[in-house]
Structure formats: C-alpha cells, structure tokens
C-alpha cells in the first residue's frame, strides 16, 4: 500500500546505487509508480516464506558495499544513508543501527532512543531495540546472512544471529 512513499523516502537519500525489492512467494509484484533504473524486483520462489527468508535473499544478492533495511510501509528521512555511512567509516562499524520513530496516522508518536552498552547480554535484555528500517551492515565485512522462516520475531532472530557472528569474529558494532 505505502511502496511508492517508501521509494520516495530512499530516493531523497544520497549513495543510493541499488533498490532491491524483494517479494515474497505467491505475492503480487508491487505496482510503482516510479520507473528507475536502480530498482531490481526478486521473487523469491523457495519453500521457505516471511520477511526473515526476504531480507536474507535481497542482502545476499546486494554487491553494493553497504546494505540498509527498508519495509515497504517505513520511510527513511532524507541525509539518513550519508549520515549512516559516514558514522560506520568513523567508528569502523560492521553492523549499526540508531533511533527511530513511530508514526501513526502520518504523526510522530513516540522515538525510540538507542542507548549502551551494545553488547548482547543488553540486546537480549532489551536494553536497546534495533529497527528493522535503522539497520546497516556493511557487506565486505559480512558477506552473507542466513534467512529464517520464523513467522514472529524473525528481525530479532536475525539481529541476534548478526551480533553473534560480530562478536566471535571480532566486528565492531553499535548504535
């Protein structure tokens, strides 16, 4: 319903080389409003189905140096990807993600601060929230991620999975 505005939101933004667009099994390509050469749209035609199974497809088949996470119903703010890029350069970052808001009805309701220590004793203690749509990672560092077909819960599994593999091999992450 909101693809076209979510589009709007990522084009306001600067290094934007590629929009993948995955889609789920048995679901209908999106209609857009936009004809742009950066938009490639992936079906995915495995078994396996949900937002876990379409993030990792789209992740593994970027070749851009750097990923960020979009749903189609989220809006990014503009300058948000230079503002993220250069905040990874400066920290060397493998894995980051920052504040967010909610909206409802086209208002701000309510922003979710990130706030330390990133560790993952404090993200499984839910002393910080990672948003889907605040997400980076940085693809040189971390080439592939394995998708989950959980139906609830599938980002928080990935984010889990994602800072474990930071932490054993020694990938700097953090909000």
């Given at each position: 319903k909101y693809i076209n505005e979510?589009?709007?939101?990522?084009?306001?933004?600067?290094?934007?080389?590629?929009?993948i667009i995955c889609?789920?099994?048995?679901?209908?390509?999106?209609?857009?409003?936009?004809?742009?050469?950066?938009?490639?749209?992936l079906q995915n035609d495995t078994v396996s189905r949900g937002p876990g199974i379409v993030r990792a497809l789209g992740f593994n088949a970027a070749d851009t140096k750097y990923v960020a996470f979009i749903d189609s119903d989220d809006l990014w703010g503009e300058g948000k990807i230079k503002k993220h890029v250069d905040f990874m350069l400066s920290k060397n970052l493998g894995f980051s993600f920052h504040n967010y808001w909610n909206i409802k009805n086209g208002k701000k309701t309510k922003e979710i601060k990130q706030k330390g220590p990133y560790t993952l004793d404090g993200f499984l203690?839910?002393?910080?929230?990672?948003?889907?749509l605040t997400v980076m990672i940085d693809k040189e560092m971390i080439r592939k991620i394995p998708g989950n077909s959980l139906?609830?819960?599938?980002?928080?599994?990935?984010?889990?999975?994602?800072?474990?593999?930071?932490?054993?091999?020694r990938i700097l992450w953090g909000g």
């Open positions: 979510t589009l709007d939101s990522i084009f306001k933004n600067q290094y934007i080389q590629k929009v889609v789920d099994k048995d679901s209908d390509r999106p209609k857009l409003n936009l004809a742009n050469e950066k938009i490639t749209i203690k839910k002393k910080f929230t990672i948003g889907c139906t609830k819960r599938n980002d928080y599994f990935m984010w889990f999975e994602l800072i474990n593999f930071m932490d054993k091999n």
